[in-house]
């Protein structure tokens, strides 16, 4: 084998993994092929896939705009997986999640806050432990950082949440 062929085989191992919905059960010591998520990113940690002690399904938000009032992913207890946003304003805006069963109002006080510069992005991942939200979980875009104030710019918001152990 040449320096090539050794090069090509190694390029194609790195860049090719497989989804199961289930992930595999490997034997200590056995060999395992590359696993991925359902949208073809590679897990680097398999176990990372495994929801543990989930006792339901993942459920799978998307909207891609926000009004004058914030908006609910789950109206329960739920753990979140991970969450996808884009500032689609000009201006420095705050992601707000809220450990809520409703959806937010004035003046209420997040749980997680992130700040998205102006036509940023985040995407954060809890696949391994779900960030837990005891009554459910609501989300706004804020001008300010510590109190929802509603900015009424357009976000993209996608969640991944699941039902908590």
């Not at 998307?62 to 009032?69: K, Q």
């Not at 997040?110 to 992005?121: H, I, T």
């Not at 510590?146 to 152990?165: C, I, L, N, R, W």
Request: negative net charge; hydrophobic residues 40%.
């Amino acid at each position: 084998m040449g320096v090539v062929d050794f090069a090509q085989t190694i390029f194609n191992i790195l860049i090719h993994g497989r989804y199961n919905s289930t992930p595999p059960t490997v034997a200590n010591g056995a060999t395992s092929e590359l696993q991925c998520d359902n949208r073809g990113r590679i897990l680097v940690n398999v176990a990372a896939s495994v929801d543990p002690g989930a006792t339901g399904e993942r459920t799978f938000y998307s909207t891609d705009a926000v009004g004058a009032s914030g908006e609910l992913i789950a109206s329960s207890a739920k753990g979140l997986v991970e969450i996808v946003a884009q500032n689609m304003s000009g201006n420095v805006r705050y992601l707000q999640l809220f450990n809520l069963a409703t959806s937010p109002t004035a003046l209420d006080e997040p749980a997680v806050v992130y700040r998205l510069e102006a036509n940023g992005f985040i995407n954060r991942g809890y696949q391994s432990l779900p960030r837990a939200f005891s009554a459910g979980i609501a989300w706004a875009v804020s001008s300010t950082h510590d109190t929802y104030t509603s900015s009424g710019d357009k976000f993209f918001v996608e969640a991944v949440v699941q039902d908590p152990a």
